[in-house]
Structures are given as C-alpha cells and as structure tokens.
C-alpha cells in the first residue's frame, strides 16, 4: 500500500512541474508578441493613417458647415415667412378664402344626395337637397361679398383683384379652359350652384354626364364636380 502512494505521489508532482514550465513558455510567448506589437505599431497603417485622418478632418469640416447653412436657413424662414406679421396674413388670407371651396365641398354633396334622391324616386328628399344647394349659392355669394368689403390688407386686395383662377366650362359640348380673377370667379362659382340645383328629378335618373348630351342645367352640375378642387 505505501509503495503504491508513493507512486502517485511522484506523477502527481511531475504533471505539476510539467503544467508550471508549459505556463511559463505561455507568457513568455505572450511577452514576447506584445514586444514586438510594439515595435511595428508604428508602422501599421502609416501612411493610411494620414490619409484617415484627413478624411476625417474633411467629415467634421462638412459638418459644420451644413450646421452652419441650417442655422442660417432656419434664421431667414424664421425672419420672412414664420414672424407675427406674415402668420396673421396667412391666417387673414384662409379665413377671407377658405370659406370658398368649404362650400363648394358641400355643394357636392348636395348634389349627391339629388343623384341618389332622383335614382330612388324620392322627391321629398330630392328638395330638400334642392333647397340646401340654393342656400349654399346665396350664403358663398353674400359671404364673398362681406369679405371683399372688409379685406384688411393690401395683400388681400390684390389677392381678390388679381389673383388669376384657372377653370373649366363646358361650352357648345366640350369644355374650355377659362381664366377669371378671384373676386369674379368666386361669384361664378356660387351661380353654378343654383344652376345645377335647377336640374329635373327626371334628367338626374339619367348616368349619363356628357356634356354634349346633357342640358345646360346639368352641365352645371358637371362644372362644380370639375372645378370644385381647382381653386
């Protein structure tokens, strides 16, 4: 029995003397590479490095550069288009206009809502949507009136008087491209709501839309559809 621990005494202090050098040669190697990292690191990427380094100089030049021209930018929007004064025109220029296709929206579906009476045989319906469209012409004419009374501004004077509308009007059969200043074409735009209120029950039960076919009162109702989202 001693003679059989002496045995594994003897392998168990070889394997370790053998793990101790075979450690040793490890970080010798380790030692030996970092020394000589550190004698090439100098001449690794050498002349790349230059040229990185310009490269990135060159990056944070750009940058500034754009920082620079949106800092400017945003000062001259800032200075013409988003002060007080040019807000309150903006906001005078909708609230004079924006009324004009808000009532041709509706005159739209007034008109729908004739199609859908006329195609159901509903004259009480039919009328109603009649009336509503006669309504709507007078209201977008008397309230073109009061806004062209009271512009405020040069600016809206100009607009009403010299703004050019381009739009569409079936003439003889076809349509012709027509130009009017917003003052006059706001006002023509709002008769043709009457007018296309004017068209028969019986015509309405028709599909058919061609303006060579059709009667002068329904090509009124063609003329809003198209110009409706021109101006």
Same mark, same amino acid.
Not at 173 to 197: C, D, K, P, T
């Given at each position: 029995?001693?003679?059989?621990?002496?045995?594994?005494?003897?392998?168990?202090?070889?394997?370790?003397?053998?793990?101790?050098?075979?450690?040793?040669?490890?970080?010798?190697?380790?030692?030996?590479?970092?020394?000589?990292?550190?004698?090439?690191?100098?001449?690794?990427?050498?002349?790349?490095?230059?040229?990185?380094?310009?490269?990135?100089?060159?990056?944070? +030049?750009?940058?500034?550069?754009?920082?620079?021209?949106?800092?400017?930018?945003?000062?001259?929007?800032?200075?013409?288009?988003?002060?007080?004064?040019?807000?309150?025109?903006?906001?005078?220029?909708?609230?004079?206009?924006?009324?004009?296709?808000?009532?041709?929206?509706?005159?739209?579906?007034?008109?729908?809502?004739?199609?859908?009476?006329?195609?159901?045989?509903?004259?009480?319906?039919?009328?109603?949507?009649?009336?509503?469209?006669?309504?709507?012409?007078?209201?977008?004419?008397?309230?073109?009136?009061?806004?062209?009374?009271?512009?405020?501004?040069?600016?809206?004077?100009?607009?009403?008087?010299?703004?050019?509308?381009?739009?569409?009007?079936?003439?003889?059969?076809?349509?012709?491209?027509?130009?009017? +200043?917003?003052?006059?074409?706001?006002?023509?735009?709002?008769?043709?709501?009457?007018?296309?209120?004017?068209?028969?029950?019986?015509?309405?039960?028709?599909?058919?839309?061609?303006?060579?076919?059709?009667? +002068?009162?329904?090509?009124?109702?063609?003329?809003?559809?198209?110009?409706?989202?021109?101006?």
């Amino acid at each position: 029995g001693g003679g059989d621990e002496d045995i594994v005494q003897d392998k168990l202090e070889q394997q370790c003397a053998t793990s101790g050098t075979s450690s040793s040669q490890n970080d010798s190697a380790r030692v030996k590479a970092a020394k000589w990292l550190e004698t090439i690191s100098g001449n690794i990427l050498g002349p790349e490095q230059k040229d990185i380094m310009s490269l990135h100089s060159r990056v944070k +030049a750009l940058l500034l550069l754009l920082i620079s021209v949106a800092t400017t930018g945003f000062v001259l929007i800032d200075q013409g288009l988003l002060t007080e004064q040019a807000m309150f025109r903006n906001i005078q220029l909708i609230d004079k206009t924006g009324f004009n296709r808000g009532y041709g929206f509706i005159s739209t579906i007034e008109l729908r809502e004739m199609f859908l009476a006329a195609r159901e045989g509903d004259p009480y319906k039919f009328e109603k949507a009649q009336s509503y469209l006669y309504d709507v012409s007078e209201k977008l004419t008397e309230q073109h009136m009061i806004n062209y009374e009271h512009l405020g501004s040069q600016e809206l004077a100009d607009f009403y008087n010299k703004k050019e509308c381009q739009f569409m009007v079936p003439v003889g059969g076809v349509w012709v491209n027509r130009s009017l +200043a917003y003052w006059q074409y706001a006002i023509e735009y709002a008769r043709h709501f009457s007018r296309a209120g004017s068209t028969s029950m019986e015509e309405l039960q028709s599909n058919d839309m061609n303006v060579a076919t059709i009667s +002068a009162e329904k090509a009124n109702i063609a003329f809003v559809f198209e110009n409706t989202h021109r101006n």
